[in-house]
């Protein structure tokens, strides 16, 4: 006896392309069609038996699929307004004290007989209840901000749960993210401004909440607050991050692997409006701000990683250093004054086979590099070029050459290479007055300027 074929195995897919043609043929009007009606609609049955099989299949393809589903149920939203007044018990009872103090003020300024009236009137006017879905909420001075973070489901269109942050805290942004170290949890990270005042903008400060999804991600549970400035830029090297601050310079911190924290452990002293910064080494950093300063600084040769734990647990890890920042200070190696801000840093290579130079690009399209010297002789060598033209070839508009290469700080072991090739614009007594006086002649001084250009760049 013949075997019968195998049957063949369908798919989810497959089943909802079958009952597709089965609905269709149904509702097919000829005779023909009908007379089938009884029979498709055991097919049909059994369709819908092997599709219900299929879905119940707890494979981990079916399961991972669910999780997803479950993950993206519910949206988190952030409720912001600006000078909206914070309805919390501090701030009701300094509201209820501002008006016993206005409704005394109102019944001194009334004579002896309207004083009673007066009285009645401002009692009426202060304990009087306006909705604020008619007059909407209290509003306050500038720079006041509310805001709650908000777990919402999306289909049925209800508030899950509530987060009110405190009075001057303006959420402007959320991520829900996962973290490779905490496997399937669900976290909400939001960004949150404090005192922000728009115009003139000012802000006091800013940091991140971090928030775990619990209850299918229907709650939000606190974790920790993470106080940061307004951060442009992040470079690492080894356990080190050096993060650049767009007002506060560069900052150094060490990641604890064991407690999961990063510590600061070192910063800047001077106050930088940093626009892009690159490493120079392990404990080298060289940066530009918006005013058209290029630094280099450096971290000194004792700097311990390992900041000391407070025992008495009466500080924050970042109260404990000078100044108000960390309890180590890198120090300046490097100031120069270009005069336009500085958009780019990158230490690279121009030529092929030649040295290492650090190249900057500006707002206006201009494109420079700084070069190390190799050795003191060269240096010595160009300083004193340097220090000759800066007496005998002033600039045309009659500033001094030294106050505008420290306009903001003082110009710190740069050569100005711009005003060294002037030499060869120079007036031909003045190229002789100048080598003579570096015992040079003056072929010799521009082969020298030539050397220097053509050893790193072209």
Known sequence: MEAPPPRKTLCADDFQQVLSDLDHLLRDPRPNIRALRTQQKDV???????????LRDQGPNIRALRTQQQDVRDCVLLDRDHLLRDQGPDIRAQRTQQQDVQDCEMVEAAGEDARE???????????????????????????QWASVIRVMNPIQGNTLDLVQLEQNEAAFSVAVCRFSSTGDEWYVLVGVAKDLILNPRSVAGGFVYTYKLVNSGEKLEFLHKHIANYICGIQTIGHRVIVSDVQESFIWVSYRRNENQFIVFADDTYPRWVTTATLLDYNTVAGADKFGNICVVRLPPNTNDEVAEDPTGNKAL????????????????????????????????LIPGGSESLVYTTLSGGIGILVPFTSHKDHDFFQHVEMHLRSEHPPLCGRDHLSFRSYYFPVKNVIDGDLCEQFSSMELNKQKNVAAELDRTPPEVSKKLEDIRTRYAF
């Open 117 to 143: 009236l007066a009285a009645e009137m401002a009692a009426a006017f202060l304990n009087e209840n306006l909705p604020e879905s008619i007059f909407g909420s209290p509003k306050a001075g500038n720079g």
């Open 318 to 349: 970042w109260d404990r250093g000078l100044l108000n920042g960390a309890s180590q200070k890198a120090e300046v190696i490097m100031n120069y004054h270009v005069g336009e801000t500085v958009l780019s840093l990158q230490k690279t290579t």
């Open 44 to 54: 049909r049955d059994s369709v819908l038996s092997d599709r219900d099989h299929l």
